[in-house]
């Protein structure tokens, strides 16, 4: 008796959560409530977007690294000079996305008939970063989560990428505690809970497009009126030489050439579901473009390269190699230890769409600026190497009374 009563118990409350399930999901589909409620520049660029006006065909997803410092106007238009392929681009990055949120927008995008895509960028994250547990756990209950953890496709990377993590900070019982996490905010996202008011306003709420969106979406970090924007400034100021030099180094692992699986970090099921994401694309006719972007934090170059190694060619792009980028790396480019200043930003797109010529047309493509940089420090580097023999020269001819050549004969 006492069996059937618990069985009965748990039997009703299944098939309430069930009925309430059904019932949001019926309200979302009756209401047509939008996708893009979470932030006002996620509304901002959803409108934006689906402006029959402008016509986009290529959209940049990821986080302030990219909503900084790529510069749609200055790819398209590298893009067009140097090729015969015409782009119109828009960015969508968002502050502060981790890669669940990234992979949540793209599929979005994917899926979105009504635009006409030919191409989409997305920002490779380190997950490590991502699931800080600081971070991860105080957003668990926002509605950030409900970008990409709506669905079981979405459940099933955010768990399956976590279990790819190797390293002694994720022993087994994080993981199934971060489990845990995931089926808790899918559980939210499918139930609606706390969401409908603000999703309900969202629809109806009037942003403001060019606050939000400055220029096709890029807007640069020199203009930002934030208080903790200038305070990263003044943070990154005191300690760029050590900050670029230690990038500098850990980036040389994107010029290593080793393959994914020559690194224990190797997080398999993070690239497996980023190469299903790719042919989710290739599905709908767009190419998906993963992309390694220059100035990442500590250990995230080793996280996340072998990741980027275990992808398709042509459907990655790397930027990140300061060997091969090395104006990306330099005070003047940068407004802190992540993120491009403008000068960097513009330097950083025309570099990404030749690396984007390369890797689809097979285009080989010179850009004048880095020719020209080089030339200069070959310049400034000879020099001061006059400079310094000049200026030895003098100080030995001053000791002795005798020029520093003619001394060395005498001593013959």
Request: aromatic share 10%.
């Amino acid at each position: 008796m006492m069996k059937q009563k618990v069985f009965l118990f748990f039997g009703k409350i299944i098939l309430l959560v069930l009925l309430w399930m059904i019932g949001g999901a019926l309200i979302r589909s009756a209401t047509g409530l939008p996708y893009a409620w979470v932030t006002d520049r996620m509304l901002a660029g959803d409108k934006m977007l689906h402006r029959q006006d402008k016509d986009y065909n290529a959209v940049f997803v990821g986080s302030s690294r990219v909503y900084r410092g790529v510069v749609p106007h200055v790819f398209d238009n590298f893009v067009s000079k140097h090729s015969n392929k015409k782009i119109k681009s828009f960015n969508y990055g968002i502050g502060g996305s981790t890669s669940g949120m990234i992979y949540g927008q793209a599929r979005e995008l994917i899926a979105d008939k009504s635009l006409d895509l030919d191409y989409i960028f997305i920002e490779l994250r380190s997950l490590e970063t991502s699931l800080r547990e600081a971070a991860f756990v105080k957003n668990l209950h926002t509605h950030r989560s409900r970008i990409w953890v709506n669905d079981f496709q979405a459940l099933r990377f955010g768990i399956r990428s976590m279990w790819g993590i190797k390293g002694a900070d994720w022993d087994t019982l994080k993981k199934i505690r971060y489990t845990g996490y995931f089926l808790l905010k899918y559980i939210e996202c499918k139930l609606n809970v706390g969401g409908m008011i603000r999703m309900w306003e969202a629809s109806n709420k009037e942003v403001k497009v060019k606050k939000e969106l400055c220029q096709e979406g890029w807007c640069p970090m020199d203009y930002a009126k934030d208080v903790d924007i200038k305070k990263l400034r003044k943070k990154f100021v005191k300690s760029a030489s050590h900050t670029l030099k230690s990038n500098r180094e850990n980036s040389k692992i994107f010029a290593s050439g080793l393959q994914a699986e020559s690194f224990p970090s190797y997080n398999k099921p993070y690239a497996e579901e980023l190469i299903e994401l790719i042919i989710e694309a290739a599905e709908r006719d767009i190419t998906l473009m993963v992309v390694a972007l220059p100035m990442m934090k500590g250990h995230d170059y080793e996280n996340i390269y072998p990741v980027f190694a275990a992808l398709p060619t042509k459907h990655k792009i790397d930027i990140a190699d300061s060997g091969a980028n090395p104006e990306l790396y330099m005070f003047d480019h940068c407004w802190d230890d992540t993120h491009a200043n403008e000068a960097g930003a513009r330097l950083l797109t025309q570099r990404l769409a030749q690396r984007f010529l390369k890797v689809q047309l097979g285009k080989e493509v010179k850009i004048p600026y880095w020719q020209k940089k080089e030339k200069q420090a070959k310049i400034k580097q000879h020099q001061e190497k006059d400079k310094k023999s000049k200026d030895q020269n003098e100080v030995e001819s001053d000791q002795s009374g005798i020029p520093a050549d003619t001394e060395a004969v005498q001593q013959d």
